[in-house]
């Protein structure tokens, strides 16, 4: 079945530099979304990438979809303690068929510590 | 809007235990579905439906039940709990099934099987 992998799993920054999290999916996707989940929190969608190459930014972060729609990354510029949490990214399968386009696959995600 | 809604916020059963996660969206939203979330594993789709009447399994299917009579409800049921399925699990619902949807997601039940 469809995979996705994340990587790093954890990330210690000092507050002010920059954080990157890589998505890479077994399977070509159809769209790929991010989440943010802070500590005891649940996750909270961030943005969703839909066309190959794409990239986007939200203030300080920038995320990319890869020309071959099977890898994605998150970067932060000059990080914040508010930005302390874990990172997920979601995909869903190209070739979906069925009720299967409704299966959304995470990766396992990348937890952020902040240190000020 | 209450958004989604779970019930209850923790729960601790004994093995072999049954009960019923509840799960209720007032945005009427077609697609919902079930995730657990492990330590290192990130979440992980047990069920989901794209419309009432209509349910799927996810990546983890195993000793878990679901319905969707409604479109607001969609209850997870463990049929004889484990200590495997010690778990937070989280309910989650978008606007359409479709492949390009936010997902919002409710508060989660913290699940201790001993």
């Known amino acids: 079945g469809q995979q996705v992998m994340q990587i790093p799993q954890y990330q210690h920054v000092q507050e002010g530099e920059d954080f990157t999290t890589y998505c890479n999916s077994s399977?070509?996707?159809?769209?790929i979304q991010w989440y943010k989940q802070r500590p005891g929190g649940h996750p909270v969608f961030l943005i969703q990438l839909v066309k190959s190459g794409e990239v986007k930014k939200q203030k300080r972060l920038t995320f990319q979809f890869g020309e071959a729609k099977k890898n994605s990354s998150l970067h932060i510029t000059a990080t914040q303690t508010t930005d302390v949490g874990t990172y997920f990214c979601?995909?869903?399968?190209?070739?979906?068929?069925?009720?299967?386009?409704?299966?959304?696959?995470f990766g396992q995600g990348t937890i952020l510590t902040v240190h000020p | 809007n209450a958004g989604v809604t779970q019930t209850p916020k923790f729960q601790v059963l004994k093995t072999g235990q049954s009960m019923t996660l509840q799960c209720a969206q007032d945005m009427n939203h077609e697609y919902m579905s079930w995730y657990r979330q492990d330590p290192g594993m990130g979440l992980r789709l047990i069920h989901y439906s794209v419309g009432a009447g209509i349910t799927d399994q996810g990546e983890v299917p195993n000793g878990y039940n679901v319905s969707r009579s409604t479109t607001e409800d969609f209850p997870l049921r463990l049929l004889s709990a484990a200590p495997s399925q010690t778990s937070v699990y989280f309910c989650?619902?978008?606007?359409?099934?479709?492949?390009?949807?936010?997902?919002?997601f409710g508060p989660g039940t913290r699940l201790t099987v001993l």
């Open positions: 979601a995909g869903t399968p190209a070739n979906a068929g069925g009720t299967s386009y409704g299966k959304l696959t």
């Open positions: 399977t070509t996707l159809s769209n």
């Open positions: 989650a619902s978008s606007y359409s099934p479709g492949r390009a949807d936010t997902q919002y």
